[in-house]
Structures are given as C-alpha cells and as structure tokens.
T-cell receptor
Framework: AQTVTQSQPEMSVQEAETVTLSCTYD???????LFWYKQPPSRQMILVIR??????QNATENRFSVNFQKAAKSFSLKISDSQLGDAAMYFC???????????FGTGTRLTVIP | DAGVIQSPRHEVTEMGQEVTLRCKPI?????LFWYRQTMMRGLELLIY????????DSGMPEDRFSAKMPNASFSTLKIQPSEPRDSAVYFC????????????FGSGTQLSVL
C-alpha cells in the first residue's frame, strides 16, 4: 500500500527565517513522482514543487527546495526567507508514474510570524 | 488560461436534496479527477476520467454519488440524496496528456448539507 506521512500537524516560522516540513512515504515502486502542494485560506491547491524519483538532484523552485532521500523514502520541503504569504496548509503527495491516483499526506499547517 | 473552473464555490442544502457540482477542466487536458477533502479523511480520490471515460470510480463512497463527463470540457458530480456526512470540500483537477503526473486543481466547492 502507498502511504504518505506528514508527522508535523503544525509548524511556525519567523518571517525571513527558514523552515523545513517533513514527509515520508511508503512504496515498493521505483518509478514515481513526489509533490508539495500549498493550500492557502483561499482553498486553491497550488503546486509548489515536484520531484521525479529517478532524478538524484533535489528540485528547487526559487525559495523552495526539497531534500529527497530515496533510500530513506523521505521528501522534506525547505522554505527559505519565509514570507507572510507562505502561510498555508502544505500537503506532500505521491503518485506512481502512469497511475491514476495522487496520494496525499494529512498536511502541515504553516504559520509565519511577522 | 483560466485554470480549472468549479461551480458553485459554496453550496448549502438540506438533507435529502440533490446536489450537482460542476467542473470545467483546462482546455487540452485529457484526464479529470474528483477529490473530496474532509478534516477526518484528508484528500480522497472519488473518480478519475481519461478522455471522458470513467476509469476508476472505486473511491465513490456509495450509490448516492455519480459523476459524468459528457465532453472534454465539462464534468459533473452529483449526490442524490445528500446527507450531512457528505459535507466537505470537493475538488476537481485536470491533467494534460503526458503531463508528468502534475495535477491542476480548481478552487473547490464547499458543500454543507444541513
């Protein structure tokens, strides 16, 4: 069974500081994708960053980067220079290449303190 | 591009009434997904269409739920009769052909069944 675990229900960070959100997943597959989605109060699910499992290089999108540890099945999100607009629920998600479903974690609520 | 468009944004209805949620996927996308989000169960896939054909409806909770995709630009999710436990946010998402498994979400419909 494929599962995604986010062990931090809530996190907080001071504005301009760095925060890391944790995610682990369980799979027997070798070809898959991992994602971080952001859900602000507007409810919109916004893709933050994507990682292909076959790529060893960690994905980076501006202030957002991941630490992908395939052997450990870990996929953490680092937000640098945190901004007030980063406050949201963050969901880690996983899908097998070519499959239908996107499996989501339970989310981490991030608060940014001015 | 306007993105995935869902309507209504909010729906309040009474138990036993029929509810129809609507979705317009991004033009050119050939896969469409309906998800339900609740506090207790997080994000769950209800049904998935590929080229307007339902492929996997194993997530549909029961016969009260039905989904259609009459053409590439429109899908509906219907609940009849609705029950209070159906209260949730319902998301529609679409994916382009060969789109690296990345889903584009609509803003969701907040359904409240009284």
């Amino acid at each position: 069974a494929q599962t995604v675990t986010q062990s931090q229900p809530e996190m907080s960070v001071q504005e301009a500081e760095t925060v890391t959100l944790s995610c682990t997943y369980d799979t027997s597959e070798s070809d898959y994708y991992l994602f971080w989605y952001k859900q602000p109060p507007s409810r919109q699910m916004i893709l933050v960053i994507r990682q292909e499992a076959y790529k060893q290089q960690n994905a980076t999108e501006n202030r957002f980067s991941v630490n992908f540890q395939k052997a450990a099945k870990s996929f953490s999100l680092k937000i640098s220079d945190s901004q007030l607009g980063d406050a949201a629920m963050y969901f880690c998600a996983y899908t097998i290449t070519g499959a239908n479903n996107l499996f989501f974690g339970t989310g981490t609520r991030l608060t940014v303190i001015p | 591009d306007a993105g995935v468009i869902q309507s209504p944004r909010h729906e309040v209805t009474e138990m036993g009434q029929e509810v129809t949620l609507r979705c317009k996927p991004i033009s050119g996308h050939n896969s469409l997904f309906w998800y339900r989000q609740t506090m207790m169960r997080g994000l769950e896939l209800l049904i998935y269409f590929n080229n307007n054909v339902p492929i996997d409806d194993s997530g549909m909770p029961e016969d009260r739920f039905s989904a259609k995709m009459p053409n590439a630009s429109f899908s509906t999710l219907k609940i009849q009769p609705s029950e209070p436990r159906d209260s949730a946010v319902y998301f529609c998402a679409s994916r382009p052909r060969g789109g690296s498994e990345k889903l584009f979400f609509g803003s969701g419909t907040q359904l409240s069944v009284l």
